[in-house]
């Protein structure tokens, strides 16, 4: 599958913004991610400030932008020629499809209020799974749909179709998300949208920390790194990271996932695979995914792995679901070490990562799509940010004092190597 940096693809605004042209606001009150999201993009109010998200005693939602009681001048204009921004990520208390509601209501209140453009930022965007139907012309993809195929979608809907319509009913214009896995559904968001579709991919996050970090153990000129795509999903992925990764003696490989059921996986080596599996011994090994959710493939594609006697397995992923069954299963020693970024923030709660803290680390993205979205828009960068910040229990064997963001990686190496 093609996953191209749909920034580079997607329209641009072509006229600039500032920030005070920009509204940006969350779907859940005191939302740390959009907090912090709206202060990398130099919002100087606070979100609660700009918009009241009220639920009525029966339970109905309505969202209020606030203004003036006493100005009667501006109703229904209040956000004349601004860009809402609405930040959408997901938690515990509030149901995804409750927040999708959420993210409808608020966008027809932004355009019925003067808002000249709606933009939504769901990193981690909803319904993709639902990413076809079960009749041919429901769904593009790249590969011919056989009955097996239509049959596993038989009596649902296409509910990535539906959510891109409603989303553009309400008013949404532009959708930004990171690193989404389905083919289908970035076709289908761009047609929707006009080409207002940017799917971001965190190349440059995972370069910054492989490259700063302590992490792996390889050389400089990536002597004893692999790369490792689990399968043919991950494979362009993996082929972009080693060729931006750019160091000479770094390896890739490239694994064959054949599912028999739900929960039934046989991991085998791709016949193309540039290293073959006697050729793991003593290598650090960087296995790459899109998502995790049960853990069930991950593992088993680590422990397949394990039997050629690396040195090192890294489970790279850009969006962790942190399940029980997650936790348990990842728990397993075939993976040393989990790599994940906060496109769900839940996975920054101790609680959530459980026996997992002491082999995880997480990259905030809340610069680095700030970073992203001010490209997109046409707004000037913040100079002083960080490329992205980073979470790390001091129970990981790794932990040596507390690193805040990407600017404070580089004196590890020698820290670690003189024992400090």
């Known amino acids: 599958m093609r996953l191209a940096n749909q920034n580079s693809g997607a329209e641009?605004?072509?006229?600039?913004?500032?920030?005070?042209?920009?509204?940006v606001v969350g779907n859940i009150s005191d939302e740390p991610f959009a907090i912090d999201l709206a202060f990398a993009m130099r919002q100087t109010e606070d979100i609660a400030d700009l918009i009241s998200l009220k639920t009525f005693a029966n339970s109905e939602f309505c969202p209020r932008f606030i203004s003036d009681e006493q100005d009667f001048t501006r109703i229904g204009r209040k956000l004349a020629g601004k860009t809402v921004i609405i930040v959408s990520t997901s938690n515990r208390l509030v149901s995804r499809n409750d927040l999708a509601m959420r993210n409808f209501l608020m966008a027809r209140a932004a355009k019925e209020n003067g808002a000249a453009?709606?933009?939504?930022?769901?990193p981690d965007l909803f319904y993709s799974a639902q990413d076809r139907g079960p009749r041919l012309e429901l769904g593009a993809t790249q590969f011919e749909r056989d009955e097996v195929d239509l049959k596993k979608f038989?009596?649902?809907?296409?509910?990535?179709?539906?959510?891109?319509?409603?989303?553009?009913?309400?008013g949404v214009d532009r959708v930004i998300t990171v690193h989404n896995h389905s083919w289908s559904v970035q076709k289908m968001f761009s047609e929707v949208?006009?080409?207002?579709?940017h799917n971001i991919i965190p190349y440059d996050l995972y370069l910054d920390y492989l490259r700063n970090s302590n992490i792996l153990r390889s050389t400089r000129d990536g002597e004893g790194l692999l790369l490792c795509a689990p399968d043919k999903g991950a494979r362009d992925f993996v082929r972009e990271m080693h060729a931006r990764l750019a160091l000479p003696k770094a390896g890739s490989v490239m694994l064959d996932k054949f599912r028999s059921g739900e929960r039934e996986v046989a991991i085998s080596m791709h016949a193309e695979s540039e290293v073959r599996f006697e050729d793991l011994r003593e290598h650090d090994i960087v296995l790459f995914d899109d998502m995790v959710r049960t853990g069930s493939t991950v593992v088993k594609s680590c422990q397949y792995l394990r039997r050629g006697n690396p040195s090192r397995i890294v489970f790279a992923v850009s969006h962790f679901y942190a399940s029980e069954e997650g936790r348990e299963k990842m728990?397993?020693?075939?993976?040393?070490?989990?790599?994940?970024l906060n496109?769900?923030?839940?996975?920054?709660?101790?609680?959530e990562q459980g026996r997992l803290r002491r082999k995880m680390v997480v990259l905030k993205i809340e610069h680095w799509l700030a970073r992203n979205v001010c490209e997109i828009l046409g707004m000037p960068l913040r100079p002083d940010l960080s490329l992205y910040q980073i979470d790390m229990s001091s129970k990981n064997p790794r932990f040596i004092r507390k690193i805040h963001d990407s600017d404070q990686l580089r004196g590890l190496h020698g820290e670690r190597a003189s024992g400090l």
């Open 331 to 340: 728990a397993h020693s075939a993976i040393d070490e989990i790599l994940t």
């Open 343 to 351: 496109t769900l923030p839940t996975v920054l709660n101790r609680d």
């Open 117 to 122: 453009h709606v933009v939504l930022v769901e």
């Open 12 to 23: 641009a605004l072509t006229t600039s913004l500032q920030a005070a042209d920009v509204v």
């Open 154 to 170: 038989d009596g649902q809907p296409f509910t990535a179709m539906l959510y891109a319509q409603m989303l553009s009913l309400s």
């Open 193 to 197: 949208f006009d080409g207002r579709f």
